[in-house]
């Protein structure tokens, strides 16, 4: 019989508790080999270990992002994974926003593809640009990879790290609010505007869920905007000297997926009531 397959885990965690997520992902990759790390960015944690997972404490300096860079680092300092072994990047919206289970199979789908690249890749939901700014300032593609879930390889690993190393390149004053005409003057302008838009423009189409919730508070909103950033950064780099695969690539699949995603509302609705 061939053995199963083997797929190294970065997950944050924040609302979900990290045994729920472990849990929740043996059950849907049960036809994987799975090893990794959570990282608890809201839960208090010692040092932990299951026999494939550990469970870190995280700094959340910058949300999922600093948990994504802590659990790269971990996993290269701890666990030393074999040359080739894809990564699956994810945080706990996925299960709580999205049809986990579906979009998991979808992404595992291109685990050869991963597997086999020999540049950096990176695998995922593809969102288009729709408003202000229309294609990645590092790669020209008109679309980036949405950072709840994202499959890589080892390359793309470094790759994040580096970004997320890079980050004050593009955020030198800290202490700047988001709405300051000298917010992060060194990003692209385009990218810049749609980032602010994306946030302070609370009664348009393409605005972030939370910001009519949120928008008073300046340090979260501010931490956010780091963290869209980086989430188009990552693609953009990545894709600037490797390959970024969509895993809903024609209309059948964008269809499916979004019938899973209105099933999968539907029934966090009735669990709720």
Avoid at 196 to 214: E, G, P
Avoid at 232 to 238: A, D, M, Q, T, V
Wanted: proline share 3%; glycine share 4%.
């Amino acid at each position: 019989m061939e053995s199963n397959k083997k797929l190294c885990i970065v997950a944050c965690s924040y609302t979900l508790k990290p045994e729920l997520i472990i849990n929740k992902l043996h059950a849907y990759l049960s036809d994987y080999e799975l090893t990794g790390v959570v990282i608890s960015n809201n839960h208090t944690v010692e040092q932990f270990k299951t026999n494939e997972f550990y469970i870190e404490a995280g700094t959340n300096s910058l949300f999922e992002f600093s948990a994504y860079k802590e659990g790269i680092d971990f996993l290269e300092d701890k666990l030393s994974p074999q040359s080739g072994i894809p990564i699956l990047v994810l945080n706990d919206t996925l299960f709580l926003k999205h049809n986990a289970k579906y979009i998991l199979r979808k992404i595992v789908s291109y685990y050869s593809t991963i597997e086999r690249a020999e540049l950096p890749a990176i695998a995922g939901r593809l969102d288009p640009y729709n408003n202000i700014c229309y294609n990645n300032p590092w790669n020209a593609m008109h679309g980036y990879i949405s950072s709840f879930c994202m499959l890589i390889n080892q390359k793309a690993a470094k790759i994040i790290v580096s970004c997320y190393n890079e980050l004050s390149n593009y955020f030198s004053n800290n202490d700047l609010d988001i709405s300051q005409p000298g917010w992060g003057i060194q990003i692209e302008s385009r990218l810049r505007e749609f980032i602010r838009s994306h946030l302070i423009d609370i009664h348009t189409d393409t605005v972030w869920y939370q910001a009519k919730l949120l928008h008073n508070d300046k340090k979260r909103i501010n931490i956010k905007a780091k963290c869209v950033f980086m989430e188009h950064f990552i693609s953009g780099k990545i894709g600037e000297s490797g390959i970024v695969i969509s895993i809903f690539p024609t209309w059948k699949g964008k269809v499916l997926n979004f019938l899973n995603e209105q099933l999968s509302k539907v029934k966090r609705i009735i669990l709720i009531k």
